[in-house]
């Protein structure tokens, strides 16, 4: 095949989609080319910065002609930091492209074309909706970095404020930038495995205004701890700090070794009516009010009358469990992490609801081996991480015959993959209903529903 471009030259491209990653897509003589910060209907005068067999990548010299669609972005460094890929596209838009590529998943990877998938619920909120921040921490010259990953790169682009984050953390942010500059901090260098702070995590709870700050460290060493508490004290409603203590030479970002510095070792958030306690490595959905809206969608797809027996798996902390307890007959939730499982049980106990049991494993062991103790279930209620379930998981669905299946999914790659599979043995996708529980970002989030 004849390459029609070449690198560092500049075209005029009409971008006419946009990939997963949230770039623009467009043609050249049938040539792929994607396109950092555009959008669907721009014309662009693009500059070649990488180029493959089969496709391109390309920035912006100019927008010739801006999409109908294309808004100014609400933050100054939008078209460089990886945690929002969409800030230069309305709203309305977004939503239309999360429900298609939800469609289009379905039909390229699940064979699926004729599932009805429901248009996109939409965000109240749309800026400061986020109930928690992961900061990397990096020194640049001399200079202390604590912000977010530039996209497609490990490089950090400083920030002092997030417009999709809670407004504490900002605050958050300046008084641990001042404690490493004023105590001389080392923060982390990946490439050489020295310093000591490498990320900031925080969690605060909407209704409560709880805040947790965590602190993850190379080691159990962090120098002037009583002076971080003093300046991190100052803040309202400061109801944790804690070192979560991360040696491994990697990009996870949690240990799993934690020290409470200061106060609880978990703050308090709701869903609805329902109360958690939250510690710092347990899951808990990030946008509060959209999980409500998913969380509704859920149970409605699920249809309990009160007889039912239900599997939950990737149960996380018990949330949907516990949201399922009240109207099923039994409950068993399934999750890896052991202190979710820990958090599962006193959230129970929290909320008084006595019908569910919590086990610590990984689904795909302990799933099959509920079922070849005869324990089985009329509803089972998948939630799993992006990469999807394992297939002895949905094997087991298949063997056990459950009446119904609730898929709540946050990657429409793997819900096409996973909902293909049931479908060739015997299930029937009834409809995929798309939640925005990430504003700015390519990400959306979907519940399913199958019946047998």
């Known amino acids: 095949m004849n390459i029609p471009i070449k690198l560092n030259h500049e075209y005029n491209l009409k971008i006419i989609d946009m990939n997963h990653l949230g770039q623009g897509f467009g043609k050249i003589d049938n040539f792929a080319i994607f396109v950092d910060n555009a959008i669907t209907g721009d014309e662009v005068k693009v500059k070649i910065k990488l180029l493959k067999k089969s496709y391109a990548v390309a920035e912006i010299v100019k927008i010739i002609k801006p999409s109908e669609h294309r808004v100014l972005p609400k933050c100054h460094i939008a078209d460089r930091c990886g945690g929002c890929q969409l800030q230069s596209m309305d709203?309305?838009?977004?939503?239309?492209?999360?429900?298609?590529?939800?469609?289009?998943?379905?039909?390229?990877?699940?064979?699926?074309?004729?599932?009805?998938?429901?248009?996109?619920?939409?965000?109240?909120?749309?800026?400061?909706?986020?109930?928690?921040?992961?900061?990397?921490?990096?020194?640049?010259?001399?200079?202390?970095?604590?912000?977010?990953?530039?996209?497609g790169s490990h490089q950090i682009i400083d920030t002092d404020k997030c417009l999709i984050q809670h407004t504490i953390n900002d605050k958050v942010v300046d008084i641990i930038r001042e404690f490493i500059n004023k105590y001389n901090?080392?923060?982390?260098?990946?490439?050489?495995?020295?310093?000591?702070?490498?990320?900031?995590?925080?969690?605060?709870?909407?209704?409560?205004?709880?805040?947790?700050?965590?602190?993850?460290t190379k080691g159990d060493k962090l120098p002037y701890k009583d002076e971080l508490i003093k300046m991190c004290t100052k803040l309202p409603n400061v109801k944790s700090i804690v070192q979560n203590i991360?040696?491994?030479?990697?990009?996870?970002?949690?240990?799993?070794?934690?020290?409470?510095?200061?106060?609880?070792?978990?703050?308090?958030?709701?869903?609805?009516?329902?109360?958690?306690?939250?510690?710092?490595?347990s899951f808990f959905q990030v946008n509060p009010m959209q999980t409500e809206v998913l969380y509704q969608k859920a149970l409605e797809y699920a249809d309990l009358k009160g007889d039912e027996t239900v599997f939950d798996l990737y149960c996380g902390i018990g949330t949907i469990s516990l949201f399922l307890a009240k109207s099923a007959k039994k409950v068993y939730g399934v999750e890896i992490v052991k202190e979710a499982i820990k958090d599962a049980k006193e959230n129970a106990e929290l909320n008084k609801i006595t019908n569910v049991e919590f086990y610590a494993g990984e689904a795909e062991e302990l799933f099959p081996k509920f079922y070849?103790?005869?324990?089985?279930?009329?509803?089972?209620?998948?939630?799993?991480?992006?990469?999807?379930?394992?297939?002895?998981?949905?094997?087991?669905?298949?063997?056990?015959?459950?009446?119904?299946?609730?898929?709540?999914?946050?990657?429409?790659?793997?819900?096409?993959?996973?909902l293909k599979y049931l479908v060739a043995k015997g299930y029937k996708v009834g409809e995929v209903q798309p939640v925005d529980m990430f504003g700015f970002s390519v990400h959306v989030e979907s519940v399913a529903v199958l019946n047998r």
């Open 91 to 151: 709203y309305s838009e977004q939503l239309r492209l999360k429900t298609d590529r939800v469609k289009n998943d379905l039909i390229r990877i699940g064979e699926l074309d004729k599932v009805e998938v429901k248009p996109t619920f939409g965000m109240k909120q749309i800026t400061r909706y986020r109930n928690k921040a992961q900061y990397p921490v990096a020194l640049d010259n001399g200079k202390v970095k604590i912000g977010f990953y530039q996209r």
């Open 185 to 216: 901090i080392k923060p982390y260098n990946q490439r050489t495995n020295t310093g000591i702070i490498r990320h900031i995590l925080t969690k605060v709870s909407f209704r409560t205004g709880d805040l947790m700050i965590v602190i993850i």
């Open 246 to 281: 991360n040696n491994k030479r990697s990009n996870v970002i949690l240990g799993e070794k934690c020290k409470t510095l200061y106060g609880e070792d978990k703050i308090t958030d709701y869903i609805g009516h329902l109360k958690f306690k939250i510690s710092p490595l």
């Open 372 to 418: 070849k103790q005869g324990i089985t279930a009329d509803v089972v209620m998948l939630d799993p991480p992006r990469k999807g379930c394992e297939e002895s998981v949905l094997e087991t669905i298949v063997n056990m015959k459950p009446k119904k299946v609730v898929y709540v999914s946050c990657n429409p790659a793997t819900l096409a993959r996973d």
